[in-house]
């Protein structure tokens, strides 16, 4: 039976690129023949927007796993649906979940194990990978994934030294979370919209391998490039899809390559 591997995409603070790696390091993997399973943990649901064939197809998703009211649940299998890239399956997500939010942290702790619960079986037995892409905060949302996840992928922005910070939020509540999930061993900060050129981004990046040791680092980075907010825009599509040839394309299978060389064959 295949073992999946789950990595939580996470950063305390917004913009630091969670949704383009979900996005894009899945499309990579997937177009290596991996099968990958994308759940949008953001009721924002940009990774949502940006994969699902079309949005009106949605009956069940992550409104249906996380409700605490549900009596019957909804079998995980009913809200897994195709994307737009072969290989690349998704767990959408819709705004009304962020309702969910408050009961969840009321049946804290208990409530940790709602995600896992309702998806871990069937995702690591029917996937190779499962990425869960999380909203800008430190919620019962971030720690349910945590909770189910071998890994956890940190997107820091190299000009920003506040995004060090959302590093720093993630990693103590990573650490507080060690003792009830014993899978989660690993963190990778990816350092995206780099400019090698500047200084702040020098600073901000030697700042990152000092706090967090280089190893824990990718080697890999995301440039700069235009053509991430173009994909944005157009919805329904991958870099690969609208620029296989772009050096932000190129960026995100250099990642998976690496990725691949760290975790396949891992569990
Ligand atoms: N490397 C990049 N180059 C250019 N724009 C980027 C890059 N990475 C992210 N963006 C843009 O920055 C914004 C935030 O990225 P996103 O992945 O949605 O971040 P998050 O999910 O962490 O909030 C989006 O508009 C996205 O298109
Ligand atoms: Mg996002």
Redesign the pocket.
Known sequence: MRRGLIGTIS?Y?????????AVNLSAALAIKKKKVLLIDN?PQS?STRSLVKGPAIIRSCMYDLLNVDEEDKIPVEDCIYPTIQDNLDIIPNIPETSGHEIPLAQDFPGSNATLKKAVYEYAVSNYDYIFI?CP?TLSVFVANALFCSDVVII?MTAGSGNSLEGIKGVMDLMLSMKEQNNNLKEFKILI??IDRRKSAHKANISNAQMRFGEENIFNST?????D??T??AIKQTTIFNYATRSK?ANAFRNLAKEFLNLFENRN
């Open positions: 950063n603070k917004g913009g630091t690129g969670k949704t383009i790696t953001d940009d892409d800008p997107p995206n919209k995301i440039p700069t490039s235009s991430f907010e994909v944005e932000g």
